[in-house]
């Protein structure tokens, strides 16, 4: 008592750490802990919470002070051989809170010269530092911003374009397992084990204060991308606290059935947990960047409904975005100015973003047009603000297909297929051959399933299985991919009388109907029986040609979409609103 160590488990585990013997993660948690309590003083005012993480770091600091006198620095170097979490990222906050220069000290001592300088110099990959955790990597560069040192600020910035451009999935995700492979190799390692949470998780911290240091577009588009893609995907549906480890990327794969599968709300206790409930948290931030100066301005770079209290300049800014399906050309928003007082004069910089396209892209204000804009830039607006200001923004919003990040031409087929920011999963349970033609646009081989394909029964209708799109049943219970007369089931009240319930009949054979047995489980097969065929015994028929009107147990996505396939077609929908499915992310795009 009273030494300032505070843990779950005993002090002894941090001198196997010293002692370089196998213990998992020590550091890891306390870096929780002693961040939970600075977050109890930062954001609620407890004092008696800093006073413990202060409690906290000195007695981690007079650790790490004996194990460099007793033995030498490179024996704590290489004790920090695992994962030690955000330790440095903790410290340097508390240092400016406290302006001790032992806690700034601490900071350093857990930054790996081992990562931080073959950055520094601006190695060639980072496959030679798979050996880290990539989530503690990821702290490491997100918290160098915590000092503003230019060496630091561009190792951070190496590191983010390095992980882009070789080691990312079209998610925006990393990782392979918790680690980094060789670059450009990313064909070879797809499985369910890919794009750790914990990691998109950290490269967002990253992206965000690589945007407030540079203003870079590349930056804002990166967090939109990974939040939209990798944080959204992690959680099963609108179950909160059912949340994902990893996020398979290879095909015929499921969040489901993956090493961990979904976790559940109590019981689970992974360390994505604590960075997966924190991102939903926090899917209100980086929406709107304040720059200080002496003219108030605003830069808006995620499109995400809102309002920002912008005291600075004394307006409210209300943003809006029209709900897009997969038949929407263009993504629309707007934006309006509500001014506390009168003839404020402020700037505004809007993200128009890199996915869209300079032709038909535009934007207005107070209905004037403002001229071509241009995509990966800001338009920015400087005016006295008034309480009837408005802005309305329409971005072209297409399918296109990204390459795999891997350089090897016998993987140069691979490719991903993308909406917008959206990336485009397709039902699948192992088969990825898309069959787009020689030189075809994407249009000739990706069709929009129109919004009818959920509205309720007609007179007549099409069965199209769910996850052989473009094909139908037809009325000799045969797969078609033609539509005509012989795939019409007329609907008729239900053969039992009951008024909640149809009978499917054959448009080919009036009298004839789907039937199946009286108490349907799954492999229980349809049939056809005729009333001229089929005696009716104790309304045995009538019962088993009825079917319930329910709610449907799945519908497609507002934003779905058919892909042409080599062997079969495959529904596209946003890999965010996947749940329990099977799906692959990347198709082998042939002739």
């Known amino acids: 008592m009273g030494t300032g160590y505070l843990s779950a488990f005993p002090s002894e585990f941090f001198d196997w750490v010293e002692a370089i013997k196998p213990v998992w993660a020590p550091y890891y948690t306390i870096h929780k802990i002693m961040q939970g309590l600075l977050d109890q003083y930062t954001v609620a005012g407890n004092s008696k919470a800093l006073d413990m993480v202060v409690k906290m770091a000195d007695y981690f600091s007079d650790r790490v002070k004996n194990v460099i006198q007793k033995y030498s620095i490179e024996r704590h170097w290489e004790s920090l051989n695992e994962e030690t979490g955000g330790m440095n990222d903790v410290l340097y906050q508390l240092y400016t809170i406290t302006n001790d220069l032992k806690h700034l000290t601490l900071a350093h001592l857990f930054d790996k010269p081992c990562f931080l300088g073959l950055l520094a110099v601006q190695a060639d990959s980072i496959n030679r530092l798979s050996f880290q955790h990539t989530h503690s990597s990821c702290h490491w560069c997100a918290n160098e911003l915590t000092i503003s040192l230019i060496l630091k600020q561009q190792i951070a910035s190496f590191f983010m374009d390095t992980i882009n451009s070789s080691h990312s999935y079209a998610t925006g995700g990393t990782s392979a397992g918790e680690f980094w492979t060789d670059p450009k190799r990313l064909a070879g390692i797809l499985s369910t084990e890919n794009e750790e949470s914990c990691t998109t998780y950290n490269m967002l911290k990253i992206s965000r204060n690589l945007f407030r240091w540079t203003k870079e577009i590349a930056y804002a588009d990166y967090y939109e991308r990974a939040l939209i ?71 808006i770079i995620q ?47 809007v993200r128009i973003p890199s996915w869209t396209f300079a032709d038909g892209a535009g934007a207005t204000l107070n209905d004037k047009d403002l001229g071509s804009i241009s995509p990966g830039s800001f338009l920015s607006i400087t005016k006295q603000w008034n309480s009837d200001d408005h802005i309305a923004l329409h971005f072209p919003i297409r399918l296109r297909t990204e390459s795999i990040k891997d350089d090897r031409p016998e993987y140069a087929s691979l490719q991903a297929v993308v909406f917008g920011p959206f990336v485009l999963a397709g039902l699948s349970t192992g ?115 009825s079917f319930s009107q329910t709610d449907p147990l799945r519908q497609c996505h507002p934003i779905s979409f058919v892909a042409k396939g080599m062997i079969r077609n495959f529904l596209l929908e946003p890999l965010y609103s996947l749940r329990d499915e099977f799906y692959t992310v990347y198709f082998n795009i042939g002739a």
């Open 431 to 545: 088969d990825w051959d898309a069959k787009a033609g020689n030189g075809s646009a994407i249009s000739d081989w990706i069709t929009t399933v129109p919004p009818a394909h959920n509205s309720q029964l007609g007179a007549s209708i099409l069965i199209e299985p769910f996850d052989l799109p473009g094909t139908v049943i037809t009325n000799n219970l045969t797969l078609s991919a033609q539509k005509s007369t012989d795939s019409l089931f007329n609907i008729v009240p239900g053969l039992d009388g009951n008024p909640n319930s149809v009978s499917l009949e054959l448009g080919t054979k009036p009298g004839c109907f789907l039937v199946t047995g009286m108490n349907y489980s799954a492999g229980t097969k349809i049939q056809v029986s005729c009333k001229s065929s089929l005696q009716s015994i104790g309304g045995i028929l009538e019962q088993a040609a």
């Open 303 to 349: 499109y995400i409904p809102s309002t920002y209290d912008w005291k600075a300049a004394g307006l409210t800014v209300t943003q809006k975005i029209k709900t897009l399906s997969s038949s929407d050309q263009y993504l629309q928003i707007s934006l309006s100015i509500s001014a506390k007082t009168k003839g404020q004069t402020a700037k505004l910089n």
């Open 229 to 299: 893609n990798g944080v959204l995907s992690i959680q099963r549906g609108t179950d909160p606290g059912v949340m994902i480890y990893m996020l398979p990327q290879a095909p015929g794969h499921s969040k489901a059935v993956s090493y961990h599968g979904w976790g559940t709300k109590y019981d689970s206790f992974w360390c994505c947990y604590g960075t997966g409930i924190e991102s939903f948290s926090k899917l209100g931030d980086s929406i709107y960047f304040e720059e200080k100066g002496d003219s108030p301005a605003l830069n």
